[in-house]
């Protein structure tokens, strides 16, 4: 069963949603067993001790690991954004180096770089978003490096050119792929099970508070159950980095289209008065 349709709701509603969900869960649970466990182990003021350093040794370790996997998938994010931008970048070094080449292969060449970052934007992103790899990418490149490739320097100072092309091609082919192997990079689902067996484990040991006041034992449950549900929410919006609002955006290869023209430097030279 995919849970991956929670990243379609705004982010508003995936996190009250999930802090309402754990409050339900906490309260409703406690509100059910709360006799059973007060008559059945005899709870009293005396055992709030005992129940409080399990409680306090249950918390610590379980804090220390959401932290961990909040930190791991905090630095996910960054290492997606990092690809994004890396990729963006290659693109340009890319872009301004053909624009060095003479025509009309240089035109050419243009055209079929801008066809690319124009597929990043509005067909690979939003299919990223939906844990798809498009492969129209790779034969656009394709075409791209075969035009390369026809291309026949007329001199020194062209071949070098040329070359500094290839190379560029070949650090955008890098940053392509890294791109297309960080779509489906999440926590991997048996952190998950343990994060969720921690928390149901920690709220549940919450029940053995020996509390005179059912209302009052029913509000701190409910308040430990919303903030445990915040911390499930925070981690999960930040992992897999392409998909829900919380997410790495195509701004970086946006910006670039709207800025193409800039990176050619015939674009820019003043004409003649």
């Not at 994010?77 to 025509?103: C, G, N």
């Not at 940053?175 to 779509?183: G, N, S, W, Y």
């Not at 709220?203 to 508070?209: L, V």
Request: a neutral charge; one cysteine or more.
């Amino acid at each position: 069963m995919s849970f991956y349709w929670i990243y379609d709701l705004p982010t508003w509603a995936f996190g009250l949603g999930t802090t309402l969900l754990f409050i339900l869960i906490s309260v409703s649970g406690l509100a059910l067993v709360r006799t059973k466990i007060y008559s059945k182990f005899r709870l009293s003021e005396g055992t709030n001790e005992t129940v409080n350093g399990f409680f306090a040794g249950v918390g610590v370790i379980y804090g220390l690991l959401v932290g961990l996997v909040a930190v791991a998938a905090w630095d996910n994010y960054q290492s997606v954004d990092a690809i994004a931008s890396k990729e963006s970048a290659a693109i340009a070094a890319l872009y301004r180096d053909i624009s060095t080449l003479e025509q009309p292969a240089k035109k050419e060449l243009q055209r079929h770089l801008a066809d690319y970052l124009h597929f990043v934007i509005h067909v690979a992103w939003p299919a990223h978003k939906q844990g798809e790899r498009p492969r129209e990418g790779s034969r656009m490149l394709s075409r791209f490096h075969a035009a390369l490739a026809r291309y026949h320097p007329r001199n020194i100072e062209q071949q070098t050119l040329q070359a500094e092309a290839l190379t560029a091609f070949n650090k955008l082919i890098e940053a392509r792929r890294a791109r297309l192997a960080a779509v489906d990079t999440g926590i991997p689902g048996v952190f998950w099970l343990v994060i969720l067996g921690g928390t149901f484990t920690t709220i549940f040991i919450a029940y053995f508070f020996h509390v005179s006041s059912r209302l009052f034992h029913l509000i701190l449950t409910g308040t430990f159950g919303g903030f445990v549900g915040c911390v499930v929410f925070l981690v999960a919006a930040v992992d897999n980095p392409f998909r829900g609002q919380v997410s790495v955006s195509a701004d970086a290869y946006v910006q670039l289209e709207d800025s193409l023209s800039d990176l050619d430097p015939s674009a820019l030279e003043s004409p003649a008065p």
